[in-house]
């Protein structure tokens, strides 16, 4: 799990808390530039956006470390919400947890 401070604003919407500039927050949105997400990072908007927009390289490096925070933090939750239901259902210990 990511050690960046995130809040879930909305569906696939997050702030994420800078590492290196205290104070500031980051807007990160899952559900733009669909897979690689969007953020309001320098890095993002400088580096990544434009390479995703004009396809310039394949083997980009796709995330900031925002947008990675704010997919690990969405991940956390679903795994949570599976986890969850399988207990309910008893169905726990046919999956192999408990």
Known sequence: MSDLKTRHLEELRFHV???????????????????????SCEFWQFSIGPKIKELKQQNLRRYCRH???????????????????????GEGEQHGTT
């Open 17 to 39: 808390r800078s590492t290196s500039r205290f104070g500031v927050v980051h807007l990160v949105d899952l559900g733009e530039r669909v897979p690689f997400g969007q953020c």
């Open 67 to 89: 947008v990675r925070a704010a997919k690990d933090y969405l991940a956390d939750r679903v795994i949570d919400q599976v986890i969850a239901e399988r207990t309910k259902k």
